[in-house]
């Protein structure tokens, strides 16, 4: 993952015709793409383009604090001792808080101390720093509501308002063996579809019991309310690997899909 | 008298409601519905396509649909009729509602009731985390696809993968999508 931002807005000077209700923007932050899909009658007045310019401005913002990529951030000097959280930013407090939470409420699968392979105890948030992201740059898209509907995706985790139209959004589901398929659809209005796999980055998500990589499960897709924590129960859910199955039953309120190394798919969808 | 027990009784249920609903989970193990599918046929899918689409699942819909969510909206004006009947005698005391329990502990209520009205409600046990995630939802279960198709040919706007970092975007699907958009 580089550190700098790669590559500048593709689609905010494009004006396509096509469709006078939508519009779409792109860039890289964060070593990932992120995209935002706005519907409604307001989708290509300047207002709003000004909104995902500042969303994309804060979540640079978010980069430059919690990256472990730069030597300069707040979490690289928590982690070589040069800072302590009573002196970090209300930003990096909340996520601890919220690490925290995700501890307990995933029954110690989402680890923020146990997430760096061989050091274990080293406070590492970087799981959870992207949905906070997205969850505090997407409110100048929520200034917008209830006339505007988006998608605002990071790295294939997307947090989704309902438009005006009320046709919800379809998300499709990645096949986590062949990156080019969708393996399933969910259409969701108002929510948030986070999938976590082993399948980037190598294997990414670390048994936070073992210290080994996270066996079992090829991905965890969840759908629920918040994109936080659907990220977090996600990431959780491959943590537990095989296991992850009967654990999701239990998770109300969401539906998702599971797909083992063997291939096989298990989906739930869970009353509130 | 009757209909105050039947308030109290809705406002209790529909406290203990309220509170327990985001991290509740151990409660839903029985109702929890899951479902495995491997290489499910494909009228499968195309069923589940049009009940998901149709019916309850997405947020829009839910009021109508989901029984549960009414009730824990409805809980703030008492209007829960589906509360089963709890004997009818004196209505004034303390009143302690069942401990619900969730992975942050117990979520309790406790209410006092003074010459039939309610005079107090407090939650003498509940979760204390910090849940955004308030909002009355059920969502529907994914639909396969019959056949793995490429995201151009189903009517799809975005894709959640977990291979998605900056290296490969050019090469992916959502790539596609937003190129359509832009």
Known sequence: MSTATLAAAAGSTTAAPAQAQSRAWVEHIMGMPISVHVRGPQARTPEVASAVAAAMDDLREIEARFSTYRHDSEISRIQHGELTLEDASTQVRQVELLCRAALERTGGWFDAWNAVPGMPGVFDPTGLVKTFGVTWAARHLDAFAPTLGYAFGAGGDIQLRAAPDSEPW???????????????????????????????????????????AAEGLLSATVIGPSLLWADVLATAAVARGAGAAEWVGTLHGTSGMLVTTSGAVHRWSNPV | MRRIVIAIGSTLTGLVLLFSWPTSLNRSVALAETSTTEGSSSTTAASTDTSTDESATDGSATDESTSDAGATEGSTDSSTTTEATPSTTSTDGTYTGDSISTEFGPVQVQITVTDGVVTSAEAIAYPNTNSKDQRINSYAIPTLNAEAVEAQSASIQMVSGATYTSNGYIASLQSALDQAGL
Not at chain 1, 179 to 200: E, F, K, M, N
């Open chain 1, 170 to 212: 379809q998300v499709g589901i990645e096949d986590p063996r062949d990156q080019t398929r969708v393996l399933a659809h969910v259409p969701v209005s108002d929510g948030a579809v986070a999938t976590s796999g082993s399948a980037s980055r190598g294997a990414h998500i670390m048994d936070p019991h073992t210290g080994a």
